[in-house]
Each structure stands twice: as C-alpha cells, then as structure tokens.
C-alpha cells in the first residue's frame, strides 16, 4: 500500500469514529487500521457457506478458530459457537455445521452473516506493544513482556516515535528481563526481528495520526517464527495544539549570544535603596565587574548607585542586549512592550507573581507581547543568571567569579541557591548559573543549544521538573552530547501518581518510566540526587574521556579495594582481567602476599614508591584505559605524599599525551580531606570517606563517553 | 508421623544413599523424605495391571497422567509410554492399554514393572521452594516465583531454618512480585497457607539433618486450593563441622567488659624508639589519659617512656584485663601462652603477618593456645581500639577522644582509619572504634553483645566482608536491635559471582541476596555504601525514635519540597495527608499562593516567622511524627536566623516531652553549612546541598524504629 493511501484509508476511518462521537475503535476498526500498517494480526476470513470455511483453513494454513457471526448473538461462547483448534478440511466442515446448528438451536431467529475463521496462534511468549501521548514527549511507543507478572514489576521501556528498526530492535535489548527475548533454559529466543517491526509499525502510525491517543497490542505472541497481535486496541485523544511561537536554532543562538555575552544591560527598576531587588542587581553588576555598558532605568531617579538612570528604557543610547526586571509583577507587560519597541532580544524577569501564584493571565500576556516583538524571556520567577567568563552577575543573590567550565541551571530558586552555596565551597569553575523560573519562553533546549556553542561551557548540568518541550529537549540533548556532557537531575520522579488511562501501556506509562529511558536515549546522564547533580558536575570536566573498557583498582587497603570493586560493579564498570605480563610487571612492585588481580592490592604499609611504581604501570600501559585509586593512610605513606605523587605522575604522562581518567578514595584521618582538594585541583577526582563517589563520577563520565560514540557498546 | 520415627527413616535413607556413593537422591528417594516431613507432592500409585490402575486413578479423583515402569525404558515418551489427562475408568483402561502395547512394540524384550498412576496437577501459579547451605548462615530456605522470568529477574527471598509459620507467610509478601501471589487482573491468588507449610516444611527437613546440602521444590504449583511439589530435588553435601570453642553470652560479657574498661593494660613489645607501632601504642595509651594501670613489657628496657618496663608479661604484678600486642608476627605465639598462663582475659593483637599473608598455621596456631586458656583474641591484622569514655586509645592511630553514643567497628584497617577522619572532621560522638581485622577468635557477634550493654553506646554501626558466625550474629543483632539501632556496610556485595550449585536454589543464592535477605530479618539497617554508614552513625543517635507513620514536609523552597517528595518515596516513607484542620491552621501563616497539603510549601521569601509558625504547628500536633525541613537562604531569613528558631523551637518542645524526628535540607550559599553543624548539635539532622541525606537518615531512623517494633508494619 502507498504511504498516501494507507494514511487517506486510516484517516477517513478515524474521521468516522469521530463522527460518531466514539474515542474507542471497535476491533474491526483495528484491523483496518492494523492492515493498513502492516501490523501482523492473525489472519481471518469471513465464510458465508461451508465452503468458504474450508478455502479459507486451507488459505489460512494451520490450525483455525471458528466463530459464529451475527448481530443478534453477543455471547458467542454461550450459544456454542465458537470452536478453537481446528485443523483439515472434514473438521473445518463438522465444526461450520456444529456452531451453526448450536447457533440456531440457541436463537433460532438469529441472523446469521456466516462463520468467522481465523488463524490460531501459536503458543509464545506474550509481549506487550503499545504507544501513548505524553505531556512532555508526545508520541512514544511502549514495549514489555506480557502477562500479569510483568504488569506488576512494570518492565516496559519507552522510545519517541516514529523509531527506525534498529531503536526498536534495542528496545527488546532495553528491559530488565531482555534475556527471555533471547532465550533461556533451552528454550528458542524470539523472531527479533519480527518482534521490532511491529514496535516500528505501530510508532508509524502514532507519529502519522496525531489524533490517535493510545495504542495497545496486548498481547502480542512472539515465536521463533514471528509476531502476530491477538489483540489491537486504539482510542482516540482530544487534540490539544498549543500555538507558539518557535524560534530555529540560528535565531536561538544569535539571542542567546547576546543574553550570555552583552554589551549592554538595563535594569528596569534599578534602585538606590538597599534592600530591594533592583538595588542588588544593579550592585552585583557593577562589583562582578562587568566591562559592557550597564544602564538603571527607574522614571524617580537621575542616578543610582553613580550611573545615570533613564526614565525608560526607550531613552537608553544605543543597543541593549538584556533588560533585566526587577519591578513588581503588575508593571512588566508595560515595560516590556517598551523593551519590545526598542528591539532589545532578552527579557531576564526576576519579578514574581505569575503563574506560580496562580495568575496565569498575567504570564500569558508576558507571553504574548513577547511573541509579537520577538523578544526572549529568561523567567519570570527567578533569581537572574551569571555569565562569569563576562563578569557578569546579573542576579539578587551573592556574587560569583570563580570562572571555569561547567554551566548549571536551575529550574528553582532555591536549588539555584543550592548550587551557589556547592560552587564556592568547593570552588567549582563556572561558565554560567540560570535561573529557569516559571519557563514562560526560554527553556533547558534553548540553554543547551547554547552551552553546547559556549567554549567556555565543557559540562552542561540542569535541575529541572518538567520540560515544556521533551522532543526539542532530546534534539538539543543529541546534538550537545558528542562534545559535552549534558547532567540531569529530574526532580518529581515519585510525585506523578498513575495517570487515568484508557490502555495497558497508558497505564504502565507513569511519567518518570517515559523521562528515564527518553533521557537516556538522548545520552544525558541523569543525576539520581541533587548532591549527585552537583559533584557530577564539578568532576567530569576534570577528568579526560576514557579510551576504552578496562577499569583498573590499586588500593593499599584490602578493604577499600573490596568497596570500590562493589561501587564498580554498581556504575556498570568493568573491571580489567589484568593480563600475564601486566601482573607480572606488578607483582615485582608488591609484597610476595599482595594481590595482583584487580583489584591490585599494593596491601597497607607500602612506601611512595610502590604506589608511584604500580600508578605508572597502570597509565603506561595501553590496554588500561582507567584508574581508581584507594588509598590508606599510613606514617609511611602520609596523605599529601600520596597526593603529590599521584598529581605528579598523572601530570607527566598527561604532557606525554597520555590522558586517562583517574579517581581516587582516601580512607584516613582528616589530612586526606587537603590532600583531595589537591588532587581534584591536579585532575584526579578525589574524595575522603567515600569509596562510593570516586566511581560514581568515573560511571557517569563512561556513561557519556558511551552516549557520544567514544567507546564501543555506546547507544 | 512421630517425630522420631520421621528422622529415623529419612535418617536411614540419606545413609543408604551415602553407602552408596551418590549425593543426588532418585525421584522415589525424594518422595519417601516428601512424605515424611509432609510436603505435598503429586499422589501416585503403581498399578501392576489394569484393574490396580483403575482402582488408583480413583482414589487420585480427577485426571491423572499414566507412565510405563520399566528398567529397560529410559526414554518413556520416545517409547509411547506416556498419557497425559486421563479421566474415568474407560479411558484409564483404554491409555493402560496403549501405553503396555507401546512399550512392548518399542522394545519386546523389556520388563515391564507395571503403570505408575499419577495425580496430574490442576494449572496454577509456578513457585519454587527451596533450601541451601549458606557458607555465613548455614541452612537457608528460600521462596520464589517459579518459571523463565523470575529466574531471570532473580525475584526470591531467604530465611534463616527452620522457620515458624509466620515466618513462612511473610516470605510470600518479600519478593517483588508479591502481588501476582494475591491475585491480579480478576485471578484468584494462591492459597497462602499451603505454600507457606511447603516453605516450613521444607525448612523443618533442612534443620533436621545437616547432611542435606540442597532442597528444591521446584516448580510448586499453587492454585487457590493448596500447593503440590510437581518435583523435588535433594542433594546431600559434605559436612564439614569446623570445632571451635564457644562462649556463652555471660562468658561474653565478662571478658568484653575487661576489654572495654580495664583497669590494667600490658603492652607487649612497648618501645622506647619513635616510629614503632609499640611506641606508638603506648604513647598513644600514656596521652589518652588512661587512668587505669599501664605496663611496658619489653625484655630489653627498664623503662618505657617514663613507665616501668617488664621482661615478660609474667612480671606484671596484679591482674590485667588486656594484653596489647605490638611483636612482629613470629613471636606472638610464645607471648601468647605467657598471658594464657597469667589469665589475662583478652589479647589485642596489632601485628600482620598471619592469615591475611597466608600464613594460616600460624594463625591457627594462636587460636588453639586461646582456647586452651580461654583467652580472646581482637584481630589479628588490626590497628587496635578506642574506648573513648574510659580515655582509652589502645592503638598506633592517631588519638580520638570526643565522647559519645556511636560504636563503630570494621574488619579492615583502612576502613577504620576513615572512621576515624570522618569522626574528627563531622565531630561525631563516638563510644569505641574498634578494628577486627582477621577475626581468629573476636567476631563481630561478640561486639555487639557487648555495645546493647554497654550504657554509652546508643548506636552501633560494623563495616564487615564476611561474618564467621551468621547465625550467632542475627542472635545478638535480634537482642540488640529493640533497644539501639545497628548499622551495616557489607562490603563484597558484587564480588562473589555465582557459587557452584546443583540446584535451581542454589543458583539463586548469591551470597549478597541471602546477607540482604537475613540482615534485614534480623532488623539491621544496611548501609548501601561507606558514606552511608558513616553519615547514619552520626546521624542516628540525634533523632528521636518516631511515633508513628507521617511525615510533613515544611519548605521555603518549592523545588526542594519536589526534591524531598522524591527522597520520601524512595526512602518507603509516607507522606501525611494533612487533615483538614491542620490544613486550615497552616493556611493562616503562608501565602494565598502557597501550598498547604504535603509538602507545606510556605514560599520563598517568607520572615523567620512563618518558618517558626509552621514549624510549631507540625510539632504540637500529635498527629504529625516526623519533620522535614526544606530550606531556603534569603535575606529576610538568613541561615543562622533559620537555624536558631529552629533549634530552640524543638527544644522547647522538647522539654515539654515532645520528641520528634527533624530533619533538615539547606539550599543556599556557605553559610547554610554553619548552620547545618549548629542545628546538628542541637539534635536537628541538617545537611547542606543534599536533600537526599536528610530523607535517608530518617528513613534509615524508621526502618530501625519498625525493625524495634515500635512502629505499626515491624518485622
């Protein structure tokens, strides 16, 4: 069938339900639909005589169903008109007369259109193909196994659609119980590929028909020889479009330029009064040291805090880039049609008050003024942003300066606040903090489409609840990934509740499960905690790529080593078989009783040396492609000796070109916490007290280098 | 069945089975053991012709499966003889018959011994019981679901055996998929008590005879109506009884309490040279202000810095309670039998060199002189002990000697020195700080029967790689647990991989799934990571034990309230539904805008007083038992501002006998961390940056408060 007929086929079916003012196809209905897909349903034929029954058993090839046909019989089981399992012609034959007869002797004034013959599947393993609309992502398609045990423990993983055939393919790879797919206890895997198209057809028609709300093949029986639906389920959704304005990456890039490298800024509501918003803004722009031109506007004013003040914003000279708000809520729409006549391009609105105080309106007019001159808003409902490479500190919230490579934003002020406090004691080098607010224009996309441009940007990380824009989201996501390591923490994972669902895979479709694996797909690594969030993004700039694999441990605790090979294991890291030459080559470093293995324990009480000579091993050696370090506090080997030795030789073959990420865990007494922060400033992730963090860090940075195709197994 | 006369013939049976040479008992072996110990099985019964097989599928009452008996078929339905659903006496006479007929055409020269007439089971839901011997706990029974899926999810739970009935029941609720066990989608759930009585039976037959190695029921169906072994399988292992001399709990005590308050300590190896660990041991006993009695012993000294030095611990006059030993390995022995012969009670053995370097003989060696004098042994392989209340630092560590309530132990050195830096940087109050080491006699069961007395300790939290004594530990963690929390790091979880195994059960049993299984019965709380364990330790003993069940979350900041709602969930906790009253009075304090419900979002910006007006609503109410504070840094209500109400507002409440856990989560700039270690000290768990730990430490406080049975839901 043409792509044009298919769809003008299912179309005019759909219209039709609609007409008739019903949401559910009937199961004629999915067939049609069904056909026109290429969705595999058992085959099935109406016979009218007992003739036709036969040619179409013999047609259908294998064991069929019988069914009575007839508007005036419901039950059709009750009235002994159905036979299951019959297979050659004579049975074809007794089995029309018996339900027939049953069928007369039950309702002998039915009418009767004829005998149903279908294909009986075989039996197979029961999976679950499925599609929904979700609020963030709109279509995705579902898969899972089938069956009651599966509707409990929720094994279904999810993909945006359309999906090709190999992102349906890894699906079956994508849930917990994938193993069964392939096989197990001797019994023969499942037809791969027959399973995935189905998982492809059903996206198709999903991405085609907007319309289509939830589709449900449940099950569907997969053999080795195939995949064949029992059952297609389709229930139309209300359309809700929402109209807005977009804006195409180019547009994106060139206001976000602006926004994050100004020239000029106005402070709309600048003030002279300590105390009120304006005031700070305008201060902390002045101390940051901003360099471009930087205007107050406040009509009750000549000057403020030594700059001359305008009226408006209308009566500032020259170009601005950025007007910032900080006047209350019921005065932004006027100022910013101002800001809009004048062409400024961002809006940053600190005010509150809109929609999450419940006035909707109000934001919705911000909205629309922006839209009309196309004019960004950062906001409202936030506490500004800071550009440091700029020194640019266009908040009400304590200034920041320690430049470095790592972009946060927050979709909440005091996760922002949160960010601030974790930056400066841990001196996190930062391009840039945004605060997203209430998200009325500018969202995480757009950011990303920034940071992924930003030089100054190596890691972008986001705290966010929902993301107005999934599919834009994963766009910004794949197209940043390759270069940068994009960190999420998605908060309200437990919060949603099961939504009301007319489906099983709506009703397997709880948000988070949607947000988890569409978040993964786009190769962001997902922060499971705000604590990880933010030590994901302090250490993963630090540490180089990895160029493969193989995951080495030396430890001079035998009970670090343990621990560490645990947090391992748990980030889904692989721990290196050390090959013979490389034991031997450390065993000449170790007492006769220390392991070689791997973990390698150099065992406690060791010197500097035996340390230094097992490190160099393990980044001379090509086939070690990381190092995790445990190291013990001894009088022999004292915290900061330990450091400086690591630093040293890790520096010396970083200038050799050889860059390997290397974590460590110090186990000792508080002298290790200045030794970490010596490391961590040198380049190897370090922490005390923790086995835990060291590798966790070291699992999300391979689980991006995985997303951005640099090591083999990568999405 | 009589007890004995149970034990006697299966008794009989396993040696006849031994005498034989095999491990592996045949089909009709397993049913003589199913029948005696009562574990339903399929009924069957031979028919030697066909009038016995008529007869038998009669008293079976239902369909029935038929099987030719003969020595000379292996193959059974490559030969024909095999009918499966068989009802009524024709159509048994008719498949006696054809089977007979079959067999004779397959092979004319067979014997045939006659039918075996077998009760076919009903379909119904697969589960498998089982048993293993666990290498730390002994005989385990475990339960699951049976079939592909569960195999591979891994979905089954252990017990230690035997156990009671209630215990058995509380099995079905332990897996994951306990709920397909109730009945889902309109299916009947299974019949409880039957699969509970086969996991007890099973368990009974296990703790009777040693011998047994493995049991598995595998697959029991269970239907509505009772629950039927369709096979059983029972593999006999080598017993291996390893000798070793015990100590009841008053022997225990007795020598645990001269080991943590002695009066008088001898040193061993006590050196006048800086640098070795005897130096170091009695320098760090000489500064720690031990005010008991301290004896240098070192034949070549006659005085030890500044003490009278003794050539043999012979010397010493007047009693000791311990003998520190810092001689190089090869020595200990000698020295060894010299504090046997002078009774002192305990040996705290530093030196390395023994079992952990191979050197096993060695080790054994002072186990037998231990136990000949009945001397204990700590270590060997350790850094030594802390009892900080009697100002004792037995140990070449540093000294530590803040007071408190936290025991804490851990079986390797390094581990123990981040105890220690951990403990100094957070200033945790600490009651001992013990290293176990190789564990040649002290394990950590006697530690803890020691810590529930000892009236310093309030909490004790142990880092152990394996337990000698499984079972001795789950004794005195039960004693313990009612009255103090114990905490756990497991270190090894990942390591073990998959244990060479006959049965289904065994392949299942990993040895982390059984620990995790058995710890959790014995109410331990297991710390998934180091951190963990440390920040729990700390955290603990400052929380009060909850009342009951709900939890409010207060929060200035509505992003971190999205945040701790996750953290709640993920920690099984249950937010309160405010009732109406309690939502009322709330509401006269925040915003129109604000939300009252769960989380209590009082908005940013909000003065000190509606913090304190919230806070005092959530304490006076007696139904609320739990607080979680989520704060945000303003200028209106600056951290220390936060902090101080809300110390002196829960000990305000506190002295009027109001005691409930707070917890709290602070989102702002570094300040928020002086406040955090304020609130700390004034028994408010509060973190800086995370809103994770706080929600852990609490619920790690619940899972301790349930596991004591002061809550509804206890174990």
């Known amino acids: 069938m043409r792509d044009e007929e298919r769809v003008a086929r299912v179309r005019a079916l759909l219209e039709s339900v609609r007409a008739e003012g019903r949401t559910a196809l009937t199961a004629p209905e999915g067939r049609v639909v069904a056909d026109a897909y290429g969705i595999a349903v058992p085959g099935e034929e ?29 039950h059709k089981t009750e009235a002994g008109g159905v036979v299951v399992g019959v297979a050659g012609a004579d049975r074809v034959r007794a089995a029309f007369h018996e339900i027939v007869g049953n069928a007369r002797a039950y309702d002998a004034g039915a009418r009767i259109e004829g005998v149903l013959v279908q294909e009986l599947l075989p039996a197979g393993q029961e999976v679950i193909v499925g599609a929904v609309t979700d609020p963030a992502f709109g279509k995705v398609v579902a898969f899972g196994l089938g069956g009651v045990l599966v509707e409990v423990l929720r094994d279904v993983t999810f ?72 059952d297609i389920r389709i229930i139309l959704a209300e359309q809700r479009p929402v109209p807005r304005r977009t804006y195409g990456r180019e547009e994106i890039l060139a206001s976000m330029r602006r926004l ?43 000057d403020i805090l030594g700059r001359k003040a305008y009226k408006s914003v209308a009566d500032v000279p020259g170009e601005v880039d950025v007007a910032v708000f900080a006047i209350p809520a019921r005065f932004v729409a006027a100022a910013l049609e101002e800001v809009g006549r004048k062409g400024i391009p961002n809006a940053v609105l600190i005010p509150s008050g809109f929609a999450e105080t419940g006035e909707h309106a109000l934001q919705a007019e911000l909205v629309e003024i922006a839209e009309r001159y196309g004019v960004r ?27 470095g490579p790592v972009a946060l934003t927050s979709q909440s002020g005091g996760i922002g606040m949160a960010v601030l406090g974790f930056a400066r004691t841990t001196r996190t080098g930062v391009s840039a903090i945004v605060g997203l607010g209430n998200k009325a224009d500018l969202d995480e996309d757009d950011l990303l489409t920034w940071f992924g441009e930003d030089p100054h940007t190596e890691c972008v990380a986001m705290h966010l609840e929902d993301l107005k824009d999934g599919r834009a989201f994963v766009a910004a996501a794949r197209e940043v990934v390759p ?44 922060a499971p905690g705000l604590e990880d969030l933010l030590e994901y993004a302090r250490a993963l700039p630090v540490l180089p790529a990895p160029q493969g694999d193989n995951v080495v441990i030396i430890t001079g605790a035998g009970g670090s080593g343990v621990l560490l090979s645990d947090a391992v294991a748990d980030n889904g890291l692989s721990l290196m078989e050390i090959p013979p030459d490389l034991d031997e080559a450390l065993r000449r470093f170790i007492p006769p009783f220390g392991a070689a293995g791997n973990p390698v324990d150099i065992t406690g009480g060791e010197p500097p040396a035996t340390y230094e000579a097992t490190i160099r091993l393990g980044l001379a050696d090509p086939r070690v492609h990381a190092l995790v370090l445990g190291y013990w506090h001894t009088i022999v080997t004292p915290p900061m000796v330990f450091a400086e030795l690591t630093a040293r030789v890790v520096a010396e073959f970083r200038e050799r070109g050889v860059e390997k990420p290397v974590v460590a865990s110090l186990a000792g007494d508080v002298e290790v916490e200045e030794a970490c922060r010596y490391l961590f400033e040198r380049g190897v992730v370090a922490y005390p007290y923790t086995t ?20 083999p197994g990568g999405s």
């Open 377 to 403: 808003l950062l906001g409202p409902n936030i506490y500004g942003y800071y550009s440091t490479w700029q020194d640019l500190c266009a908040t009400f919230c304590t200034p920041y300066d320690v430049k």
């Open 483 to 526: 270069r940068k390591p994009v960190v999420v923490l998605k908060a309200g994972r437990t919060a949603a509740g099961a939504r009301a669902a007319g489906s099983h895979t709506g009703a397997l479709a709880g948000d988070d499960a949607v947000y988890d694996d569409i978040l993964r797909q786009a190769g962001v690594i997902r």
């Open 159 to 230: 993909r945006l659609a359309p999906v090709s055939a190999d992102e349906a393919l890894s699906m079956l790879d994508s849930i917990r119980a994938a193993q069964v797919l392939r096989g197990v206890r001797g019994r023969a895997g499942v037809d791969r590929w027959a399973v995935a198209e189905q998982i492809r057809r059903v996206s198709r028609l999903v991405a085609d028909f907007p319309e289509i709300g939830e589709v449900d093949l449940n099950p569907v029986i997969a053999t080795d020889r195939g995949a064949v639906a029992a």
């Open 260 to 302: 994050m490298r100004p020239h000029s800024v106005a402070v709309i509501g600048a003030s002279n009064e300590p105390g009120k918003i304006g005031h700070s803004v305008l201060r902390n722009l002045l101390d940051g040291g901003f360099a471009g031109d930087i205007h107050p506007v406040n009509p009750r004013a000549d």
């Open 46 to 74: 109406l016979a009218r005589d007992v003739d036709e029954a036969v040619a179409a058993a013999a047609r259908l090839d294998g064991p069929v169903v019988l069914k009575i046909v007839s508007p005036d019989i419901l």
């Open 692 to 711: 835990e963090k060291p590798v966790a860090v070291l699992g999300a940075k391979y689980r991006w280098a995985r997303a951005a195709g640099l090591l």
